[in-house]
């Protein structure tokens, strides 16, 4: 299975300023078809996951471009610039590559 | 607008059964593969089963393979999850989520609580 570690386990920012969050992959998340299916989700408190980047480095659909994403192969980062009240919660990267599908552990996002 | 709705969630004894169930509305359901992720207390995500457009194909990992099964009606826009052989680890919150040609879930619902113990 891939294994995917995410890192810091937990962030403290203040609002207004820029942080950002690492994943990597145990194994290359280019698919056969050139594709690499890495993603990022957010979950506030008490809701359910949402998508926030597709594909590495693509914004979803209503997502601000405060959010950002980049790497490949192994290695990916999303970077939270201007951070708000609303981007506190838990973030997840996730392999859509290989089966079965994997989520990292998460990286809780705090208020300094 | 896209909406999932799970329901059959509750208390379960450890090696019971228990079939959830997903509405969903907003879309043509026959045309996107869905799945099932879940989510143990205070714990992350981890996905559970897919399935594809006509249901001809599944996908599970294996820590609920040969245990669970999901399966679709498309007549009925809807999504199940029979579970059996119910574990104590089993015990989460299981989402229902519009599975991207089964490579990432672009909409979830709410979730539905599912508690193993005896």
């Known amino acids: 299975d891939v294994v995917m570690t995410q890192t810091p386990v937990s962030l403290s920012v203040s609002l207004g300023g820029q942080t950002s969050i690492s994943c990597r992959s145990s194994?290359?998340?280019?698919?056969?078809?050139?594709?690499?299916?890495l993603y990022w989700y957010l979950q506030k408190p008490g809701q359910s996951p949402q998508l926030l980047i597709y594909?590495?480095?693509n914004r979803f659909s209503g997502v601000p471009d405060r959010f950002s994403g980049s790497g490949s192969g192994t290695d990916f980062t999303l970077k939270i610039s201007r951070v708000e009240p609303e981007d506190l919660g838990v973030y997840y990267c996730?392999?859509?590559?290989?089966?079965?599908?994997?989520f990292g552990g998460g990286t809780k996002l705090e208020l300094k | 607008e896209v909406q999932l709705v799970e329901s059959g969630g509750g208390l379960v004894q450890p090696g019971r059964s228990l079939k959830l169930s997903c509405a969903a509305s907003?879309?043509?359901?026959?045309?996107?593969?869905m799945a099932w992720v879940r989510q143990a207390p205070k714990k992350g995500l981890e996905w559970v089963a897919t399935?594809?457009?006509?249901?001809?194909?599944?996908y599970y990992p294996d820590s609920v393979k040969g245990r669970f099964t999901i399966s679709r009606d498309n007549a009925k826009s809807s999504l199940y999850l029979q579970m059996n052989s119910l574990k104590s680890e089993d015990t989460a919150t299981y989402y229902c989520?519009?599975?991207?040609?089964?490579?990432?879930?672009?909409?979830w619902g709410q979730g539905v609580m599912v508690t193993v113990s005896s």
């Open positions: 399935i594809s457009t006509s249901g001809s194909r599944t």
């Open positions: 194994q290359s998340l280019v698919h056969s078809d050139g594709n690499t299916y």
């Open positions: 989520a519009r599975h991207l040609l089964s490579y990432y879930f672009d909409y």
């Open positions: 996730y392999q859509g590559t290989h089966y079965p599908r994997t």
């Open positions: 594909k590495v480095s």
């Open positions: 907003g879309f043509t359901f026959s045309n996107y593969y």
